[in-house]
């Protein structure tokens, strides 16, 4: 069975950074893909990193590539989300999710659907 468990989250003032980890278990073979969200309550859940890892490949979207790495340990079947100067919008409940099977992530391109989720971290950055 995949679980997916996320964590590194907490308060952080303006400019501060994080680094958040989605350790993930039950995968067998590396096929999957992995994608973290944030979500804003009253607002649509937004995917903002994936990561394939078939071959380390990732993307990040516009709204957050000059502040936010995502990366990796393969033997430890963790993701990592760095999050650099970060800012009050950015508060949000973060989530990873996984689907398999995946290949590279091309750039522009995360999957769109997921088979399995974590329970989500709340991230808070103060003003």
């Known amino acids: 069975e995949v679980q997916l468990v996320e964590s590194g989250g907490g308060l952080v003032q303006a400019g501060g950074s994080l680094r958040l980890s989605c350790a993930a278990s039950g995968f067998t073979r590396d096929d999957y893909a992995i994608t973290w969200f944030r979500q804003v309550p009253g607002k649509e859940r937004e995917g903002v990193s994936c990561?394939?890892?078939?071959?380390?490949?990732?993307y990040s979207t516009d709204s957050v590539k000059s502040r936010f790495t995502v990366s990796s340990d393969n033997a430890k079947k963790t993701v990592y989300l760095q999050l650099n100067s970060l800012k009050h919008e950015d508060t949000a409940v973060y989530s990873c999710?996984?689907?398999?099977?995946?290949?590279?992530?091309?750039?522009?391109?995360?999957?769109?659907?997921?088979?399995?989720w974590g329970q989500g971290i709340q991230v808070t950055v103060s003003s």
């Open positions: 999710a996984a689907t398999r099977p995946w290949g590279t992530v091309v750039e522009g391109t995360c999957p769109r659907e997921y088979d399995y």
């Open positions: 990561f394939g890892a078939v071959d380390g490949s990732t």
